[in-house]
């Protein structure tokens, strides 16, 4: 009788799993964590957080840290030194 029952509900079972779709969520947005502001673009980054004088390409500083290549990042400014930020990507931006 209990074979029976099992049978009957893995019958039961296969059709709503083969009907079963993913949820339509959108590709996620680029972001930032909470302790972080933004995301900037380069130009705001660079406007709002000078870089130093003797820094030749601030941009391409900036582009080590872009990992996705949408030119946007994450900001965080340093505890002890407010002109020093922290600098992290946005969350992966699915293309």
């Known amino acids: 009788m209990k074979v029976k029952r099992l049978v009957v509900v893995a019958l039961m079972a296969v059709p709503l799993a083969l009907t079963a779709k993913p949820a339509g969520a959108s ?7 909470p302790a972080f502001e933004g995301p900037f673009t380069f130009a705001q980054i660079i406007d709002r957080w000078p870089p130093p004088p003797d820094l030749e390409d601030p941009e391409a500083l900036l582009a080590f840290y872009d ?6 990042l994450c900001v965080q400014p340093h505890p002890r030194d407010e002109t020093r930020p922290n600098f992290i990507d946005n969350f992966v931006r699915i293309r």
């Open 27 to 33: 590709a996620p947005i680029g972001g930032c964590p």
């Open 67 to 72: 990992i996705n290549d949408d030119l946007l």
